[in-house]
């Protein structure tokens, strides 16, 4: 009785779970005995139904989409791609070095522009084309640039009415290969040319920047990321650009040439040494940005989200395939310090990998070059000014330091000085107050402190000195309310102490800071000034033979240039000096 119960119980309910279905077929699906039905409906809560949950352990179609149906992504250089089901995603694809973009692998293209100005490239004017200061940045990728002469890059306006906005070009002047920038303003031409140390291969691609900083009043440029010292440019930096109309912008050339990866910009983007981007990337500051990938027809898109796209000139602008330069590891020729090394190593001319580094020396490697040592010599008729703000005078602590060679010690020499100037009312100076001073008093000894009424200086002991010799000299200032305790060092060693009563100025009308003195009378070579806003030094010390920046440096000239009109500061501070004719790098 009890077995027929449980056979009419197993019947009724068999029956109640089949309301609704036909034709269900059990079948087997593996050793553990689930089975499922064709017919929608589950028999054992291990197996799914086609379209009916009843059970909690299982999960329909839906719940298990992998992905939106059809649906691109990038996660890095890699493109991703769902199925049209949406329940399985294809193997990612490698993109490669371009990377990708909006759900794509960018295909590298760049444009070739013909010569005699039919390759071109017009867009339309704008108010986010309109530069309204001097204060942007011009870059692009450039190659098969011509050495017979200048040609644009990219300009806005036109030179016969004065209304050029901007124009940014590569090529040839007076012989000689440089970078320009140029722009109108209020009738006024403006025009700044740098010049590098190497000319760059014409078959090879090179990155150009043109930088224009109205809070420093300068103009920078870069080749591949360096910076180019030599620059020629007006006298005065004007603090606005002021046109008699607006027009178009264009990409011209000349000379046949390409071009990509162009960018306008409307801050200064470099400040020293960069590696430049094989992509230039899209920002808030970025007016207008042409990756010239279209590949193909007759525009050239604006990716910067302003809507300045390009019409292509049907008969001398094409598209060409790039994708070769742009596998690039490393950008040709260009040099790389070792970390913790005095090692470089430089980039394969083909930019496929690197060379084997080499040694440097002992002075090392800095900003991708070996550090080749040069001092800066003066002849006594000039001095060269830095700042015209007090480095020292009004830091309350403060390392004044050096290494110096005197051809002469029978006269008096100032190595640094900082001075206040009155003027009457032509402008010409009636009175000079050296606030701060370091000498050599022609006596072969050295002196610290100012030049005033009360004589606030300290002396070394005579003859310490000796002409054509190098020495380190340094000398510290810690201010103690109207006093102040200065120290001198030679070689390291300490060769007097005192505490004085300091001169305290009460205005300022013309401040200045000059190496080798005020009044141009340093005969003799200067090299690695360092000034800091810190005691350094407190005891014997070696001096070291370069000086090194650090949160205390205010300024540091190593006065390595070997060539050009500027000792570079290198403090990141900005205190850089025109070096005088007469001096000698």
Known sequence: ??????????????????????????????????????????????????????????????????????????????????????????????????????????????????????????????????????????????????????????????????????????????EEFSIYLTFSSDGETYAWNAYPENVPATDTWLHAAAVLDSNSGEARFYINGKRLTRVEGPAEYPESIVLPTHNPAAITARYTRKID??????????????????????????????HFDEGEGFAAVDSSGNGNNGTLDESGVSFTDNAIWRNWECVPLWGQCLTDSTERKVCQEDGLGWNEPTECGPIGCEDRDCVEEYALAFDGR????????????????????????????????????????????????????????????????L???????????????????????????????????????????????????????????????AESCQIAGKWNDFYGTIDELRISNTIRYSESFTPTLRHEKDEHTVGLWHFNEDTGAKAVDSSGNGHHGQIPISCVL
């Open 1 to 174: 009785m009890k077995h027929y119960l449980l056979l009419v119980l197993a019947f009724v309910t068999l029956v109640v779970m089949g309301i609704g279905c036909t034709e269900t077929v059990l079948t087997n699906s593996g050793s553990d005995g689930d089975v499922e039905s064709e017919g929608g409906m589950l028999v054992d809560g291990d197996v799914e139904s086609d379209i009916d949950l009843i059970d909690g352990d299982t999960e329909s179609e839906t719940d298990t989409l992998a992905c939106e149906a059809n649906a691109r992504w990038c996660e890095d250089t890699f493109l991703h791609v769902c199925n049209e089901a949406g329940t399985d995603e294809f193997i990612p694809e490698d993109c490669g070095t371009i990377g990708c973009d909006d759900g794509l692998c960018v295909v590298e293209h760049a444009v070739s522009l013909g010569a005699d100005y039919q390759g071109r490239i017009v867009i339309a004017d704008s108010e986010s084309l309109r530069v309204a200061t001097p204060h942007l940045t011009l870059e692009g990728w450039i190659k098969d640039w011509s050495d017979l002469g200048l040609t644009n890059m990219f300009s806005k306006g036109y030179y016969n009415d004065r209304s050029v906005n901007y124009a940014f070009g590569i090529g040839v002047k007076n």
């Open 261 to 290: 990866e162009l960018r306008l910009s409307d801050i200064p983007r470099y400040f020293e040494d960069f590696t430049p981007e094989l992509r230039h990337a899209m920002d808030d500051h970025t007016l207008g940005l042409w």
């Open 382 to 445: 000039v001095d060269l000014p830095v700042s015209d703000k007090f480095l020292i005078y009004e830091q309350d602590q403060s390392t004044l330091e050096a290494w110096v060679k005197f051809d002469d010690v029978s006269t008096w020499q100032r190595i640094y000085s900082e001075a206040n100037e009155t003027d009457d009312i032509d402008g010409e100076p009636i009175e000079t107050i050296i606030l701060l001073q370091l000498f050599m008093d022609g006596n072969g000894r």
């Open 447 to 509: 002196a610290f402190g100012q030049k005033t009424d009360s004589q606030s200086l300290v002396y070394s002991e005579e003859n310490i000195i000796s002409a054509g010799v190098w020495y380190h000299v340094a000398a510290t200032r810690s201010k103690i309310g109207v006093n102040a305790e200065y120290k001198i060092y030679l070689n390291g060693e300490e060769v007097i102490s005192q505490v004085v009563v300091e001169y305290e100025a009460e205005w300022y009308l």
